[in-house]
Structure formats: C-alpha cells, structure tokens
C-alpha cells in the first residue's frame, strides 16, 4: 500500500473513532436521522456537527440528503463495514490503541 493510500486509510479511520463522530455513527446505525435531533442528541451545534461529519460525507460513509426545509444524515453501512473488516486497517493495533486512547483522554 503506498504512502498516500495508507494515510488516507488512517485519516479515515481517526474520522471514524473520534469521539463525537462516533456518537453520532452510533445514533445513526439504526437509520436516517435529521440535523437538529442528532445535535439535539449529542449536544453540539448544528454547524459543528455538519463541519465534523463532512469528511465522511465527502469520502461517503456519511449519506447527506435535503428533505422539506431539513438536513438529513445516514449511514453507507456497507463502506463503515469494508473498512473496519479490512485487516490491513488494524496491522499496527498497539499503534492504533495508543491514538484511540489520545483522543479518548
């Protein structure tokens, strides 16, 4: 895997265990949810959690849809699963552990 593809890799996967992203990964698995109830939820603004999920929407594991004057968001279930079964993805598990436990503490 080249350098670029490995970065790549690893920034998505920071993407996806950073915190808030995870919450809000968690609220979505069980379908679509609206902008505000998600900010509602995980108690930030609406523009910050857009501006944090617009990584995974621009690299579409986040799905963003416009539907009667609201923002809404879901999950490409199958592309969040591809990556976290990827074995490639979790070589380096201490590696790994230690940047979970960065953004964690």
């Not at 699963?81 to 598990?93: A, T, Y």
Request: charged letters at 40%; glycine letters at 4%.
């Amino acid at each position: 895997m080249s350098d670029d593809a490995s970065n790549e890799n690893e920034k998505i996967l920071e993407s996806l265990f950073e915190s808030d992203n995870a919450e809000i990964l968690i609220e979505l698995k069980d379908g679509q949810k609206s902008l505000s109830t998600l900010a509602k939820k995980i108690n930030i603004s609406e523009g910050k959690l857009d501006e944090k999920l617009s990584y995974l929407i621009e690299k579409g594991f986040v799905v963003k849809n416009e539907k009667d004057d609201d923002i809404l968001y879901s999950l490409d279930i199958e592309k969040i699963s591809k990556v976290l079964e990827d074995d490639n993805n979790f070589k380096n598990i201490d590696d790994g552990l230690a940047k979970l436990d960065s953004f964690l503490n």
